[in-house]
T-cell receptor, first 118, second 111 residues
Framework: GAVVSQHPSWVICKSGTSVKIECRSL??????MFWYRQFPKQSLMLMAT?????????EQGVEKDKFLINHASLTLSTLTVTSAHPEDSSFYIC??????????????FGPGTRLTVL | GESVGLHLPTLSVQEGDNSIINCAYS??????FIWYKQESGKGPQFIID?????DKRQGQRVTVLLNKTVKHLSLQIAATQPGDSAVYFC??????????FGAGTRLFVKA
């Protein structure tokens, strides 16, 4: 598999500020990472696909100017929530895509970041 | 099928019993399936996977069954323990499309 870390594990910020979340692939060079958000007692909602060295691909309804994604290296992707508001409070999770053999695209997840916007 | 904002179904089992968690997948072109376990406040953890050329695969205390005819996937946990309490997600992928996660099932293990 792949070992994935996230930092910070939790953050509380004031409304209107920006928050950066880091996702690191510790033992695998990841050309593709994914960012999800998850509300309490709900499933994972894909926000965007982060591609190393190119622009992220955002899902429908996700504002690319609000959720800035940078994947500058094979081991690091960052998600910046700009001008955060209380409705952005959620659990943000990243994953690394690993293809060990053709047709087996497996995602390994980070531990998640709990964002609370006051 | 596609993950949507639904409240999670729940399965409650007695410690020591076997658990069966079911998942109906949506795309007949899917050829690779994964089960994840998510404990409270943590990210999903890979449990077991299966390719479409198999109908059963066993791991440690877990077995995944695949029925392509009815597009059904199940996860069986033997001798369920309190540490198995979590939300379990199935995922389907293949055919060049993005991974699709199921809605999840919450497993409660009663001591």
């Amino acid at each position: 598999g792949a070992v994935v870390s996230q930092h910070p594990s939790w953050v509380i910020c004031k409304s209107g500020t920006s928050v950066k979340i880091e996702c690191r692939s510790l033992d695998f060079q990841a050309t593709t990472m994914f960012w999800y958000r998850q509300f309490p007692k709900q499933s994972l909602m894909l926000m965007a696909t982060s591609n190393e060295g190119s622009k992220a691909t955002y899902e429908q309804g996700v504002e690319k100017d609000k959720f800035l994604i940078n994947h500058a290296s094979l081991t690091l992707s960052t998600l910046t929530v700009t001008s955060a508001h209380p409705e952005d409070s959620s659990f943000y999770i990243c994953s690394v895509s690993v293809v060990r053999e053709r047709g087996t695209d497996t995602q390994y997840f980070g531990p998640g970041t709990r964002l609370t916007v006051l | 099928g596609e993950s949507v904002g639904l409240h999670l179904p729940t399965l409650s089992v007695q410690e020591g019993d076997n658990s069966i968690i079911n998942c109906a997948y949506s795309n007949s072109a899917s050829d690779y399936f994964i089960w994840y376990k998510q404990e409270s406040g943590k990210g999903p953890q890979f449990i077991i996977d299966i390719r479409s050329n198999m109908d059963k695969r066993q791991g440690q205390r877990v077995t995944v069954l695949l029925n392509k005819t009815v597009k059904h996937l199940s996860l069986q946990i033997a001798a369920t323990q309190p540490g198995d309490s979590a939300v379990y997600f199935c995922a389907e992928t293949g055919g060049g499309f993005k991974t699709i996660f199921g809605a999840g099932t919450r497993l409660f293990v009663k001591a």
